[in-house]
């Protein structure tokens, strides 16, 4: 019964910003381990970033020195800054569970991102 919502993306210029919010219900959020991925048309999805429990982070990197991923427990929500957006960065971005040995929560719907001039 977990339900992830992603919101924040749209159309950005090439070296804009934007923040995406993932908002997690149904369970109890701050036990797990979370990540960001994307998934661009006809591709694999793939991992931007992770973040523990504990706060511990790690990015992809294509993405290292641009995106911060952080979370907030008390809201049941993490969060994407992208800074510095490139044109490779579009692509539908999920948030989820880090599964390690277990199985991802059903995923949401997504919010895309398209970086164009």
């Known amino acids: 019964q977990v339900q992830l919502v992603e919101s924040g993306g749209g159309l950005v210029q090439p070296g804009g910003s934007l923040r995406l919010s993932c908002v997690v219900s149904?369970?109890?959020?701050?036990?797990?381990?979370m990540a960001w991925y994307r998934q661009a048309p006809g591709k694999q999805r793939e991992l931007v970033a992770a973040i523990t429990s504990g706060g511990t982070t790690d990015y992809a990197d294509a993405v290292k020195g641009r995106f911060t991923i952080s979370r907030e427990n008390a809201k049941n929500t993490m969060y994407l800054q992208m800074n510095s957006l490139k044109p490779e960065d579009t692509a539908v971005y999920y948030c989820n569970r880090d599964p390690r040995r277990n199985r991802w929560f059903d995923w949401g719907q997504g919010t895309q991102v398209t970086v164009s001039s």
């Open positions: 149904g369970s109890i959020f701050s036990i797990y381990n």
